[in-house]
C-alpha cells in the first residue's frame, strides 16, 4: 500500500470475507462494500470469499477484480470451511450478513477459542450493524460465558480502513484452552492434506461479470 510516496507491506497475504448474499436495504452498506475491494486492492490483499456473483458477496468480488485484485471463490462443495481456513486464510472479515453468514463468523471466532488459529477475526460495524451482537458478546464476557482474553479474538471498525489497520495490529492473547487444544489441532493438520487432495487453483471461480 502506497501511503505519502512509501509502501507499506501487509502482514497478510489473503483475507477471507464472509458477507450476505443479499445487498440489503440500506445504500451504505453497499458503498462498504466496494470500499472494503478498494482497501484489499490497495494493501495487495487476495480476497477468498464464498463464491457466489450477488448480494454484497458478488459486490465485494467484482470490485477487487476490476481494479486488479486476486480473487478466490469458494463453495461448501468444493470444500469445508475448515479446510478453506487450514489452506489458504491469514485473517477473517465480516461484512454485513444474516444467519448463514453469521454461523460462519461464529464458527472461525469458536477455533481461536479452541486454539485452532490464531488469526484475527473482524466486524466490518458498518453504522452501528454488529453493535448489538458485540453488546451480546460483551454481556457473555460479564456474565462468565466468555472469558476477557477471549473477547479480544473480535476487532471491529466502523470502515474498512480502520478494520484492517487494526487486523495489522492484532497480537493474540494466548490462555489455558489454546495449550490444551494445540496438540488435537496439530494432529487435524497432519491429516487434511491427504483427506482432501488440495489444490489452490480448485478454488478458483469465474465471476459473474
Known amino acids: 500500500m502506497e501511503m505519502e510516496g512509501k509502501v507499506v507491506k501487509s502482514r497478510f497475504k489473503r483475507v477471507c470475507v464472509f458477507c450476505g448474499s443479499s445487498t440489503g436495504k440500506r445504500k451504505c452498506y453497499r458503498d462498504a462494500a466496494v470500499e472494503l475491494a478498494q ?36 463453495t461448501h462443495h468444493s470444500s469445508s470451511t475448515y479446510e478453506l481456513f487450514t489452506f489458504l486464510v491469514l ?23 479452541l ?18 451482537l458485540l453488546t451480546f458478546i460483551d454481556k457473555a464476557v460479564d456474565d462468565g460465558f466468555i472469558k476477557p482474553s477471549q473477547r479480544h479474538i473480535i476487532v471491529s471498525a466502523p470502515n474498512a ?26 494432529q487435524q493438520q497432519q491429516q487434511v492434506p491427504q483427506q482432501v487432495g488440495f489444490n489452490a487453483t480448485t478454488f478458483q471461480t469465474q465471476i459473474a461479470l
Open 39 to 74: 482497501e484489499l486492492v490497495a494493501r495487495r490483499l487476495d480476497l477468498v470469499y464464498g463464491g457466489g456473483s450477488i448480494g454484497l458477496m458478488g459486490l465485494v468480488s467484482q470490485a477487487v477484480h476490476h481494479a486488479g485484485g486476486n480473487v478466490l471463490g469458494y
Open 91 to 113: 485473517v477473517n472479515v465480516s461484512h454485513i450478513c444474516g444467519y448463514g453468514t453469521l454461523e460462519e463468523l461464529l464458527e472461525v471466532i469458536t477455533w481461536a477459542q
Open 115 to 132: 486454539g485452532i488459529h490464531d488469526k484475527p477475526v473482524g466486524l466490518l460495524n458498518v453504522d452501528g450493524y454488529y453493535n448489538y
Open 161 to 186: 480502513t480502520e478494520l484492517v489497520q487494526k487486523l495489522e495490529e492484532y497480537v493474540p492473547v494466548h490462555d489455558g484452552i489454546i495449550a490444551k487444544a494445540s496438540w488435537e489441532v496439530e
